[in-house]
Each structure stands twice: as structure tokens, then as C-alpha cells.
Nanobody
Framework: VQLQASGGGLVQAGGSLRLSCAAS????????MGWFRQAPGKEREFVAA????????YLADSVKGRFTISRDNVKSTVYLQMNSLKPEDTAVYYC?????????????????WGQGTLVTVSS
């Protein structure tokens, strides 16, 4: 499974971005998917996760009410809609897939990782 994240960039505080994660290879995206992020000098942390069906989602407390995770299994793509962005959202965002249909907020339960896309939020 190969994961390609895109959609990062520079945005002002209060702005929006939508990240995409396209899966290819030996998958029809029958996987729980997640987004994680790593800010400079910090450990990677959980952001959002979604089950294969899309019926179950998890969001980190820090992004609830601002971020939304969704997926299109026909396109084998997962999205992270980020609204009301704050400078503290600045990080490299990684998408990940796990060999389970369920969503999870636990990093080591993910088996495949994308290369990351940089989001920079200016104040």
C-alpha cells in the first residue's frame, strides 16, 4: 500500500485547507485510516481517524469543531478538512492506513504511512 498525502501549504490563521491522502497498490482502501501530525521539536500526535465504512470517526480534542475527516472509497482517498486554522496547527501531516476496518487513534496500530505534507499557519 502506498499513501500519497497532498494539499498542504501556507495559510493565514483562521483560514482553511483540505488535505487528501490517495491510496494505491494492493488495496481497495478496506482499511481504517488516520491523520497524524508532527510539529517542529515535538512528537507525532494523533489528529483524526475514520473507519472503512466512514461510520466511525475520532478527532483529537485540539481539533474538534474545526477539522473533519471523510473518505471516498471509490477514489481510494481520505480527506482532512481543516477550518479555523491556528498557528499551533503548523506541522507535517501524515496519513496512515491500518490492516483493520476500524478506526484507531493509536499510532502503532497503523501499518502504512505516507510521506507527509507540510501545513504552515501564519499569525
Amino acid at each position: 500500500v502506498q499513501l500519497q498525502a497532498s494539499g498542504g501549504g501556507l495559510v493565514q490563521a483562521g483560514g482553511s485547507l483540505r488535505l487528501s491522502c490517495a491510496a494505491s497498490g494492493r488495496t481497495n482502501l478496506s482499511n481504517g485510516m488516520g491523520w497524524f501530525r508532527q510539529a517542529p521539536g515535538k512528537e507525532r500526535e494523533f489528529v483524526a481517524a475514520i473507519s472503512w465504512s466512514g461510520g466511525s470517526t475520532y478527532l483529537a480534542d485540539s481539533v474538534k469543531g474545526r477539522f473533519t475527516i471523510s473518505r471516498d472509497n471509490v477514489k481510494s482517498t481520505v480527506y482532512l478538512q481543516m477550518n479555523s486554522l491556528k498557528p499551533e496547527d503548523t506541522a507535517v501531516y501524515y496519513c496512515a492506513a491500518r490492516q483493520s476496518l476500524a478506526a484507531s487513534w493509536v499510532q502503532n496500530e497503523y501499518d502504512y504511512w505516507g510521506q507527509g505534507t507540510l501545513v504552515t499557519v501564519s499569525s
